[in-house]
């Protein structure tokens, strides 16, 4: 009897080698498979440098966890499964291991307060750069679309554009706000993102540090447009932002403060230009179809069928204030209000259009 438990024993020391060994070598591979994929955009901010760390740090830790947690299970299903003629035995009794479970209590509780403990300092570390930060943009999400305030020069008229430029190497706050339900304020290359929340600021900062373009995305589902909520972060050298800010702030007085509205992609008196171009505010071909633009995105109303026979004063209506007559099976509150986007040349030239191709 003696003998036979401790070969058992000798026996089951030798699995639990083995386990040991089959999880270990998993565990290496797995963790190097973790950092070799390139699982985020450029780093374009430095705050996306403590991000990436501390994700390279989870990925260390967690996946020997993981692998340890699967060799075991897979081992004893495999190793201890029934045999023929095991079907009518219970196994022997079990009543705990005391040390096991303090063991396996222990160590989980110390791996993931260190880890809490490095995620709140990273964290600390990047909200408390908004002190510093040495520029102020206000970002604001309506559907479906973001517009960028930058204040004015002595205290003038704030400059507002549909493009989101900032210089290189500066410390940036933005405090996001909502004109209609919450959207997402994220520029993936940046790596921080915050709800834009109807009646309050919320604020994050970044430290650009690297000139390039990054997609500025909406990550809250926010309407049926919230896939087109997408603009460009150009960031720039600071001499060309400089000259970028000047040139707004001296056509914006002209245009009477509008936004920008891709002004220099789409001629104001050009209509088609205007509903075709990917700039928004504009974008009408993103959600509309019309055969004579070449655009068959179903999220509006097809303008040839809703357009026919409509004159001038329906299609202005149409994009002023889109509310007052929304075409059958498509809901309210989904097309902004154009008549605060575009300039009334903007407008005249896009209702121009329209009716000249859909109207007749
Ligand atoms: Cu705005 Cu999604």
Redesign the pocket.
């Known amino acids: 009897m003696a003998a036979e438990q401790t070969q058992g024993s000798r026996q089951s020391r030798s699995q639990l080698r083995q386990m040991l060994a089959i999880g270990a070598i998993v565990s290496i591979l797995g963790i190097a498979l973790g950092l070799l994929i390139d699982w985020f955009p450029v780093q374009a901010s430095g705050e996306a440098k403590k991000i990436d760390t501390l994700w390279d740090v989870l990925i260390i830790v967690s996946v020997p966890v993981f692998v340890l947690v699967q060799t075991i299970v897979l081992y004893s299903v495999w190793k201890f499964r029934m045999k023929p003629g095991e079907e009518l035995k219970d196994g022997p009794p079990i009543h705990g291991n005391t040390k096991l479970e303090i063991w396996w209590t222990a160590i989980p509780a110390t791996v993931l307060v260190g880890l809490c403990s490095y995620a709140y300092v990273v964290l600390h570390d990047i909200e408390s750069a908004s002190a510093d930060a040495t520029m102020n943009v206000r970002v604001v ?1 309506e ?2 679309t973001w517009t960028f305030g930058y204040p004015g020069q002595n205290g003038g008229k704030e400059v507002l554009s549909n493009e989101l430029y900032l210089p290189v190497g500066t410390e940036v706050k933005f405090t996001v706000q909502s004109k209609d ?1 919450i ?2 304020f994220w520029v993936p290359a940046f790596r921080e993102k915050i709800d ?1 929340v109807p009646g309050i600021n919320t604020t994050y900062s970044v430290k650009t540090i690297r000139e390039g373009d990054y997609p500025v995305v ?6 049926l447009g ?1 896939s087109t ?1 997408r603009q460009t972060a150009h960031v720039v050298a600071k001499a060309d932002f400089d000259a970028w800010l000047q040139k707004q702030r001296s056509g914006g007085a002209q245009a009477g403060g509008q936004a920008a509205a891709g002004g220099a992609q789409a001629g104001p008196a050009d209509g088609k230009a205007l509903f075709t171009t990917s700039a928004q505010p504009v974008a009408c071909g993103s959600c509309h179809a019309l055969a004579d633009a070449g655009t068959t995105a179903t999220t509006g109303p097809n303008l040839d069928d809703v357009l026919k026979g409509k004159d001038a004063a329906f299609i202005r209506t149409s994009i002023t204030d889109p509310e007052a007559e929304v075409a059958k099976g498509f809901s309210t509150g989904i097309m902004p209000q154009y008549g605060d986007s575009l300039d009334p040349k903007q407008v005249d030239a896009l209702v121009k259009y329209l009716q000249d191709v859909a109207g007749k």
């Not at 909406?218 to 309407?223: D, F, Q």
């Open positions: 999400g559907q479906f339900v959207h997402d834009a909406c990550a809250e589902l926010c309407g919230h909520m």
